[in-house]
């Protein structure tokens, strides 16, 4: 009797600590956040090498593709065959309302669990100064270029970024740091006072990310403020030096971790001439400024592909991410993209490896947004 209680005891034991074992291996997997991107952390490159090794490269092109869904955005229709295709990474929400984007979103994300797919980035022009026309019903907000303190530019944050949350939108393509000459960027910056730009800035980014989770983007490099016209209608043009270009490394320091590159071009500049194409397609501006000179390693999304200063571009898709981009935002045609970019990834070796590392920081963003 006593051996069989004692039996008993060992496997009662035994059992306890198995579950202990279990619950202790659960628990103790790392969680990542927004903060640990910059780092270098081994359990967080190794999980990004374990997901993109199970990854085709379907799935892998598709990662760096973000379609817009909404009132100025693809149909439903379109959407779901992309997400059935597995072609596309993310999306962009543009222009509805709160509660439409909300069942949207958890509508994808149901739809993605079901296939197996990466989970999505969704993303918005959440400025203060769009934020409530992008987004209908969602919080009043100030317009950019009515906050009149530090103080104002935290609490818009705040309410932007609790909003975000909720509707499941993870990537703002907030804020501008444009300067406030040009109509059609310079009421949604803080450049009425440029001494504002990079602290207010700065401010807007760190609300966003460690408190809310969210990416903030740095727009619109390398300086749309002081050109003259608009770049959703044609190539504007940045003539000698990039004056706003000192804008951009305090908040690299400061650990922005997106920045949205421009559809302008760069003439009689000898080191960084964009030869008449927009800085979007220039490995000059993406690769040896922005990411070697300036030392960037977040990721680099092209402004919308559908605008007037890079549509009419032959091969656009493809020059892009040979200039170094990560995600290519709204294509003028999603599929297409995906199956020039695809081509191309399996022809040219160095073109790989460009789309490979951009898939890879993408990945790497998703695992600290927890959503993988």
């Known amino acids: 009797m006593k051996y069989i209680f004692s039996s008993i005891t060992c496997l009662f034991l035994s059992s306890i600590c198995f579950f202990q074992q279990a619950v202790s291996s659960q628990t103790t997997q790392p969680q990542f956040s927004l903060g640990d991107f910059l780092k270098y952390e081994s359990a967080l490159e190794e999980k990004t090498e374990t997901v993109f090794k199970s990854l085709s490269d379907t799935a892998i092109v598709a990662q760096l593709i973000m379609p817009a869904i909404g009132k100025f955005g693809q149909t439903d ?38 296939l197996g ?36 530019v935290t609490k818009v944050a705040e309410q ?78 940045i003539n000698g030096e990039m004056k706003e270009l000192g804008i951009y490394p305090p908040l690299i320091e400061n650990g922005v971790l997106s920045i949205m590159i421009g559809h302008i071009a760069v003439i009689n500049n000898p080191e960084f001439d964009t030869k008449g194409l927009p800085a979007t ?47 290519l935002l709204m294509p003028l045609d999603a599929a297409k993209a995906h199956a020039e970019i695809l081509k191309k990834y399996r022809e040219d070796p160095e073109f790989k490896n460009k789309v490979d590392m951009a898939a890879k920081r993408i990945l790497r963003m998703k695992i600290c947004l927890n959503l993988i």
């Open 77 to 114: 229709a379109v959407i779901n065959s992309y997400i059935d295709k597995g072609i596309i990474g993310g999306l962009l929400m543009l222009n509805g309302s709160k509660e439409s984007f909300t069942a949207k979103i958890a509508e994808i994300n149901a739809k993605n669990k079901s």
């Open 117 to 152: 797919t990466i989970p999505f980035l969704f993303s918005a022009d959440a400025e203060p100064s769009l934020f409530n026309r992008k987004i209908i019903g969602s919080t009043p907000v100030k317009k950019a270029n009515e906050l009149g303190t530090f103080h104002d």
């Open 160 to 237: 932007i970024s609790e909003e975000l949350n909720l509707i499941g939108i993870n990537y703002n393509f907030s804020p501008v740091v444009d300067m406030s000459s040009n109509k059609t960027v310079g009421y949604r910056g803080f450049g009425t006072n440029p001494e504002n730009i990079v602290p207010w800035s700065n401010e807007f980014i760190n609300v966003s990310q460690d408190s809310f989770q969210i990416i903030a983007t740095a727009k619109h490099f390398p300086g749309h403020g002081l050109v003259s016209g608009d770049s959703h209608k044609e190539l504007q043009v």
């Open 281 to 327: 397609c220039s490995e000059k501006i993406v690769n040896q400024l922005l990411r070697d000179s300036l030392g960037f390693e977040g990721l680099i999304v092209t402004d919308a592909m559908n605008m007037g200063g890079v549509a009419k571009v032959v091969s656009a898709n493809t020059m892009v991410i040979d200039a170094g981009c990560d995600i």
